[in-house]
């Protein structure tokens, strides 16, 4: 059978029986752990893995927290709680922005962002960090940009410089850390284990806060593609609201699409040319079954083991001398 | 010094750690091996426009420019010619 976008099918009824089996058999057997805790962030994934722990322990077994701080959309914390409710979990919410302030994490980030935009007002302006778009024509390197939006209309996007880049990652990324911390003082009091969420997409590309999202005890989905998780959510009941979502980083104060900040393409064409890469199909049959160049898958496969190689420091565990 | 040998230089302090064993010749595929990854390439930017007083714009920053010795140093005299038309 030619190449081509079926592939990616799965049969979620087995997947879903095939997961929740290793689910129970990690926490309740291995881990001896008395239920799950999911960290609801109103994301697809996050509501899928929720399905799941629902389905693996039932929903008495199962705690959804949501962590919302300044600068996520009151939208996701809706949309979170609606999902919990669905499903008949509880639900709490955990609001980060009082123990991030005593971090200093805006303090740090505005810093950085301040380096680059001196007049940079974060009680009106909103920033974002998005690369280059032309990842399938042009190849572009992944040099990424801080985008400034004023309200009224003003936009500038600037190069980061090397500092300014990683102090703002290294602020941010308090933010998935504290979410982690809270998660483990919610399962330590109860005897919980602690799910994940990340994706394959998340997790072979890099995009995950080591020790912060990619902090849990079992992750159900990492294996699965973006476009396979989401056969997931439709078979689990994902409210339609989360399954239409564009997928969101929910962490810088301008709306910002996965896609902009890290994947550089839709999930659909990502997927099918990942798919390609793993599995050594050419890329002129992966173009066809695209529709798009062989060149152009070309630059998608360089981009996507150059993100899994330079990530690498990510997935790795501590090491040990012997 | 010669524009290779400056961005030679710069690689072996930054990128490779001062290590001198890591074969790099002026064709070495800097980003294909590893040698400079997402970090090492925004850096790269920065000294280039330090270095040699360029302005690097976003549509240039390509693996064809940044891929070896020889190409950033090709990359770098027509970005010098270029400024200087400017």
């Known amino acids: 059978m030619q190449f081509g976008s079926h592939v990616l099918i799965i049969d979620p009824e087995v997947e879903t029986a095939q997961i929740i089996t290793m689910m129970r058999q990690t926490i309740q057997h291995d881990f001896r752990r008395k239920g799950a805790i999911?960290?609801?962030?109103?994301?697809?994934?996050?509501?899928?893995?929720?399905?799941?722990?629902?389905?693996?322990?039932?929903?008495?077994?199962?705690?959804?927290?949501?962590?919302?701080e300044q600068d996520s959309s009151p939208v996701s914390e809706q949309y979170a709680a609606q999902m919990a409710e669905t499903y008949g979990v509880t639900a709490i919410t955990e609001d980060l922005t009082a123990g991030l302030a005593g971090f200093d994490c805006y303090g740090r980030r505005d810093d950085a962002v301040r380096s680059v935009f001196p007049d940079y007002d974060p009680s009106q302006d909103e920033i974002k960090l998005v690369l280059p778009t032309d990842l399938l024509d042009r190849g572009s390197l992944n040099?990424?940009?801080?985008?400034?939006?004023?309200?009224?209309?003003?936009?500038?996007?600037?190069?980061?410089?090397?500092?300014?880049?990683?102090?703002?990652?290294?602020?941010?990324?308090?933010?998935?850390?504290?979410?982690?911390?809270?998660?483990?003082?919610?399962?330590?009091?109860?005897?919980?284990?602690v799910i994940g969420t990340a994706n394959r997409n998340e997790h072979a590309q890099g995009f995950f806060v080591k020790y912060g999202d990619g902090g849990a005890d079992i992750q159900p989905i990492q294996h699965l593609y973006k476009?396979?998780?989401?056969?997931?959510?439709?078979?689990?009941?994902?409210?339609?609201?989360?399954?239409?979502r564009t997928p969101t980083t929910d962490t810088y104060s301008a709306e910002c699409s996965q896609e902009e900040f890290y994947f550089r393409l839709p999930f659909e064409q990502m997927d099918l040319i990942w798919y390609g890469l793993d599995n050594q199909i050419p890329a002129a049959d992966v173009a066809a079954a695209l529709q798009i160049s062989a060149q152009q898958v070309e630059n998608v496969y360089r981009d996507l083991s150059q993100k899994s190689r330079s990530t690498e420091y990510l997935r790795s565990k501590p090491l040990m001398v012997r | 010094?010669?524009?290779?040998?400056?961005?030679?230089?710069?690689?072996?302090?930054?990128?490779?750690?001062g290590d001198t064993s890591t074969e790099l010749n002026d064709d070495t595929a800097l980003l294909d091996t590893g040698i400079i990854d997402s970090t090492g390439v925004i850096e790269l930017v920065l000294f280039i426009s330090e270095e040699f007083g360029l302005e690097i714009p976003a549509e240039d920053m390509l693996p064809n420019n940044?891929?070896?010795?020889?190409?950033?140093?090709?990359?770098?005299?027509?970005?010098?010619?270029?400024?200087?038309?400017?």
Not at chain 1, 163 to 185: D, G
Not at chain 1, 227 to 244: D, F, M, N, R, S
């Open chain 2, 66 to 86: 940044f891929n070896s010795i020889n190409r950033l140093s090709d990359y770098v005299q027509q970005r010098i010619l270029v400024t200087a038309q400017e």
């Open chain 1, 38 to 68: 999911v960290g609801l962030s109103g994301g697809v994934d996050s509501a899928t893995v929720l399905g799941l722990a629902v389905k693996a322990y039932g929903p008495e077994r199962v705690l959804a927290v949501m962590m919302p």
């Open chain 1, 143 to 193: 040099v990424y940009s801080l985008s400034l939006s004023r309200p009224g209309g003003e936009e500038r996007k600037r190069v980061l410089p090397v500092a300014a880049y990683l102090q703002i990652v290294a602020a941010s990324n308090m933010k998935q850390r504290s979410r982690m911390l809270m998660l483990y003082y919610h399962a330590e009091q109860r005897n919980y284990a």
């Open chain 2, 1 to 17: 010094m010669e524009i290779k040998d400056r961005i030679r230089e710069f690689i072996v302090a930054n990128c490779l750690f």
């Open chain 1, 227 to 244: 476009t396979q998780v989401y056969q997931l959510a439709h078979y689990l009941g994902v409210t339609p609201e989360i399954i239409k």
